[in-house]
């Protein structure tokens, strides 16, 4: 069993920058990829990012390219999600997923096994 604990929400002007946080306990961290999906008011849950277990890997969503870095740091079984140039729809619940692999890190969210209960992040124009 894996906990997944998100913190690094908040509100945000456009153009502002969060780092997101989700610690992982209960398993053996560098074996499972980890990733971020998000879901807005009204809006259906969408892939933002996702790492290999061993930070070799990563795959984004198209929207976040060139604005989002998701990383992770082994030794404090964490990963991380840097957000720049954030966007009012940016606005949404940010939540932290976990794999039982070491390599998945696709798009959908039937593919992760663990979730996280999510943390807000809310961007004003």
């Known amino acids: 069993q894996v906990q997944l604990v998100e913190s690094g929400g908040g509100l945000v002007q456009a153009g502002g920058s969060l780092r997101l946080s989700c610690a992982a306990s209960g398993r053996t961290f560098s074996t499972s990829a980890m990733g971020w999906f998000r879901q807005a008011p009204g809006k259906e849950r969408e892939f933002v990012a996702a790492i290999s277990g061993t930070g070799g890997s990563t795959n984004y969503v198209d929207s976040v390219k060139g604005r989002f870095t998701i990383s992770r740091d082994n030794a404090k079984s964490t990963v991380y999600l840097q957000m720049n140039s954030l966007k009012p729809e940016d606005t949404a619940v940010y939540y932290c997923?976990?794999?039982?692999?070491?390599?998945?890190?696709?798009?959908?969210?039937?593919?992760?096994?663990?979730w996280g209960q999510g943390t807000q992040v809310t961007v004003s124009s």
């Open positions: 997923v976990a794999d039982r692999t070491t390599y998945y890190i696709g798009s959908s969210w039937a593919g992760y096994d663990y």
